[in-house]
């Protein structure tokens, strides 16, 4: 680490710590490619070379010891052995499904993410996706779009629409109460539904009901919002047995991650009816999405943009340039989920 | 038509008649809420009769109108039924009651009162959620196949921290300010009277448009509000600025409106009324930063059922000679 200290002589482009970087974050077609840069390190941008991934970080990556993941690529084990000196992964995400957390505590190499910086933004959307569906205001916004085309008037076929749902007295069931189910449960608070919980463990701070059984929790409320991360356990999670719970007249929205809920059971529950609708941010295998899903108004599609706001990508922004400046000058870490002490 | 009814409903023969010339969403949803032994409705809308025939025939025995906002109690209609004594709308707002006439005549009406304030407030919030978070727009993008083909969907406006400013501080605004705190917006506010709330107050509306992002009108069509929400407010508003309307068309300009939106000049729009009902300007139809309703946004079934029980509440009030349950009194 010394040699990247310049001890108060000007430093050479050349002498600055890399990060690397396996794909273009979305950041950089959005803002510019100057949005994470730092006069503290460089990228390395693995996508620019002809070199299939293995060989380049053979040849380029040995002495690397930061990488910043983002856009869901992948840190396997399999990379990382190809990277001696690595001792930080930084993801763009809050989720670390993608990330070899156990080869990362095994090497003792660091993992942060991008904490609760949008947060706000998933809640906005889980609440957003839940109005809408309650109150078919996107099915709404097509009818009067596509059906008034050749004709000027919204008369008459309004009543197809299907009447909707009120919010306030709904039982609101949320998995996951970490920061953004929290957040979440506050909204709906507002609009006066009545929220309950499951969580890996009850939270002694929090006076919501706790289910320890995501079934049971499912046959105890109206609406079910999924806000935890995906892992070996909650993979399914949300299987034929919770919908069946949940009942005809249950809805379901995810901002957490497709394979959480079994999604062909999801789907043949909603095209038999046998729960009432779900609004969906994500999806087992994106950019796909079951097509019988397509052809339903009574659910509400979102191509994986909860965190997709100027305000938030800005934010996180400077958050990883902060966490990988404080990284390279051996300061502490504004986030960071496994220590390598 | 009617003298069939009249031997068929020979035990109610004596009731008085409620006139209904178009029935109210809630009557056609929920029709059997509406049987009564104080009264019985006489549909308009089911006689061939024309509506002055019909009126004239049946003068002598209509005590009470039922109707809603696309059914107007006008000059005329009143005039021909001497024995009016109430008009129960299955909606807030009156503007489509002739209210100096039934002023000068003595004829009560009671409106929805705050039953709906709720779903109003619901889908106010659920529609600038829509417009920041293109919601609509996004879930088209998707079904449209564009996710696989274009890739990542554009950027939204976060709403934490927003300066949300509400027309019209009533029993819907207050829901929707209630409402936007919980998402960390600033709420401030524009109304008749400044109220003992902690929000922001603008006796101006067009200053309030200019220190707003997002105006949200929550306000009834009057005289003073109708047009309200003109070129010189939406200009202060600006380029970034949305507007949610869940009042009532009229008070926008909805032709400055469409311009300034088809220029840019306001960013986008969340729309539950127009001007002129059921007629939606064309241009709207194009834009993906407007989200359309066709006049939906108390259209729940636990609020329709609410507003059958309080118009059959305030109609038995009326035949047994009880206060009304929401009467609307002079302002």
Excluded at chain 1, 210 to 233: K, Q, W
Excluded at chain 1, 303 to 327: G, I, S
Excluded at chain 2, 145 to 171: A, C, E, F, T
Excluded at chain 2, 222 to 240: C, F, H, P, S, Y
Aim: aromatic share 6%; charged share 20%.
């Amino acid at each position: 680490m010394e040699a990247y200290h310049g001890h108060g002589k000007e430093k050479e482009s050349q002498d600055l710590p890399r990060v690397l970087l396996f794909k273009p974050p979305p950041d950089f077609h959005l803002f510019g490619d100057e949005c994470f840069s730092s006069n503290k390190f460089k990228f390395l941008k693995a996508w620019e070379s002809p070199l299939p991934l293995d060989q380049f970080l053979k040849t380029h990556a040995q002495s690397v010891e930061a990488i910043l993941s983002s856009g869901g690529a992948p840190v396997t084990a399999e990379t990382l052995r190809l990277m001696p000196a690595v001792r930080l992964v930084m993801t763009t995400s809050a989720g670390l499904n993608h990330v070899d957390i156990a080869e990362c505590r095994r090497r003792g190499i660091t993992v942060a993410n991008a904490g609760n910086v949008f947060s706000e933004d998933v809640a906005d959307l889980a609440v957003g996706l839940l109005i809408d569906l309650l109150r078919n205001i996107s099915a709404s916004d097509r009818f009067v779009k596509q059906w008034l085309r050749p004709r000027q008037a919204a008369e008459g076929d309004c009543y197809s629409l299907g009447i909707g749902s009120k919010l306030g007295g709904k039982r609101v069931g949320i998995v996951g109460l970490g920061s953004i189910g929290s957040l979440v449960a506050k909204r709906l608070d507002a609009f006066g539904c009545s929220i309950s919980y499951n969580s890996r463990t009850k939270k002694p701070s929090v006076s919501y009901p706790f289910y320890s059984n995501v079934c049971e929790l499912a046959a105890n409320c109206d609406i079910l919002i999924i806000c935890c991360g995906l892992t070996a356990e909650t993979h399914h999670m949300i299987n034929k047995q919770v919908l069946s719970a949940l009942g005809k007249e249950g809805v379901v929205i995810n901002i957490g991650r497709g394979p959480i809920i079994d999604e062909q059971e999801l789907v043949r529950c909603l095209v038999q009816g046998e729960i009432k609708g779900a609004g969906l941010d994500v999806f087992e295998n994106e950019p796909d999405v079951p097509k019988e899903l397509l052809a339903l108004d009574n659910v509400v599609l979102s191509p994986h943009c909860a965190v997709f706001t100027w305000e938030t990508f800005k934010d996180r922004q400077k958050l990883v340039v902060e966490n990988l400046e404080a990284f390279f000058s051996n300061k502490p870490l504004l986030t960071k989920i496994v220590d390598n002490d | 038509m009617e003298i069939h009814e009249e031997h068929r409903d020979h035990q109610s023969q004596h009731l008085p008649r409620v006139l209904v010339i178009k029935p109210p969403p809630p009557l056609t949803l929920f029709g059997d809420k509406f049987i009564s032994r104080s009264f019985q409705l006489l549909k308009a809308y089911e006689s061939s009769l024309s509506l002055e025939q019909f009126l004239i025939s049946h003068a002598h025995s209509i005590e009470a109108i039922l109707c809603s906002g696309d059914s107007p109690v006008t000059l005329d209609i009143l005039r021909l039924l001497p024995k009016l004594r109430l008009v129960v709308t299955a909606s807030a707002g009156v503007n489509h009651i002739h209210m100096p006439e039934c002023r000068r005549r003595g004829i009560a009406v009671a409106n929805a009162g705050s039953i709906f304030s709720d779903d109003a407030a619901d889908a106010a919030v659920g529609l600038l959620i829509d417009v920041w978070r293109k919601i609509s727009s996004a879930d088209r993008f998707l079904r449209q196949g564009l996710w696989s083909k274009i890739g990542d969907y554009p950027l939204g406006s976060k709403l934490g921290g927003k300066r949300v400013g509400i027309v019209g501080l009533g029993n819907i605004g207050l829901q929707v300010a209630k409402r936007l705190q919980a998402f960390g917006c600033n709420v401030l506010y524009n109304s008749r009277s400044k109220k003992p709330v902690p929000y922001a107050f603008y006796s101006n509306v067009c200053e309030l448009a200019a220190n707003s992002d997002a105006l949200i009108i929550c306000c009834a069509l009057t005289d003073q509000t109708r047009r309200m929400i003109n070129r010189e407010v939406m200009l202060a508003l600006g380029k970034e600025g949305i507007i949610v309307n869940v009042g009532r068309g009229a008070v926008i300009d909805e032709n400055e409106m469409v311009r300034c939106l088809v220029r840019g000049e306001i960013a986008g729009a969340g729309l539950d009324v127009f001007e002129n009902e059921p007629y939606v300007p064309k241009e709207l139809l194009e834009l993906d930063n407007v989200v359309l309703q066709p006049h939906r946004a108390v259209f729940t079934s636990e609020c329709f059922v609410d507003l059958c029980e309080l118009a059959v509440g305030n109609l038995e009030a009326l035949f047994s000679n009880q206060p009304l349950l929401s009467p609307v009194t002079a302002e």
